[in-house]
């Protein structure tokens, strides 16, 4: 399973305003299937196979320039680990446990 980082940046929207397309995109992100998302503060997380993840980009990319964009800048950071299975929360769990150990780099 692969993990991507997403940001996309509407502009010429006429505001500096961005939650209005953040929520549009989480929306559509709901109804496309065989992905998991998170949003954060600055990006979202989507997980599953990585067709699925780039098709989820595009239709992303194309759903804000539906939503009212007249130009769109998508920024994507896929990790794609195919020797064992991974997540989010499982890349997260082993840098705490990394952290309750003494300070070595393994």
Same mark, same amino acid.
């Given at each position: 399973?692969?993990? %991507?980082?997403?940001?996309?940046?509407?502009?010429?929207?006429? *505001?500096? *305003?961005?939650?209005?397309?953040? %929520?549009?995109?989480?929306?559509?992100?709901?109804?496309?299937?065989?992905?998991?998302?998170?949003?954060?503060?600055? *990006?979202?997380?989507?997980?599953?196979?990585?067709?699925?993840?780039?098709? %989820?980009?595009?239709?992303? #990319?194309? #759903?804000?320039?539906? *939503?009212?964009?007249?130009?769109?800048?998508?920024?994507?950071?896929?990790?794609?680990?195919?020797?064992?299975?991974?997540?989010?929360?499982?890349?997260?769990?082993?840098?705490? %446990?990394?952290?309750?150990?003494?300070?070595?780099?393994?």
């Amino acid at each position: 399973m692969a993990i %991507a980082e997403l940001t996309i940046v509407p502009i010429g929207t006429g *505001s500096t *305003s961005l939650s209005g397309y953040v %929520a549009e995109m989480q929306r559509k992100l709901a109804t496309l299937e065989g992905i998991r998302y998170e949003l954060t503060s600055m *990006s979202t997380i989507i997980e599953g196979p990585l067709d699925r993840i780039l098709d %989820a980009v595009q239709a992303l #990319h194309e #759903h804000t320039f539906e *939503s009212g964009a007249l130009r769109v800048s998508t920024s994507v950071k896929i990790d794609d680990r195919r020797d064992k299975e991974g997540s989010s929360a499982q890349k997260l769990a082993s840098v705490q %446990a990394r952290l309750a150990e003494p300070n070595e780099v393994q």
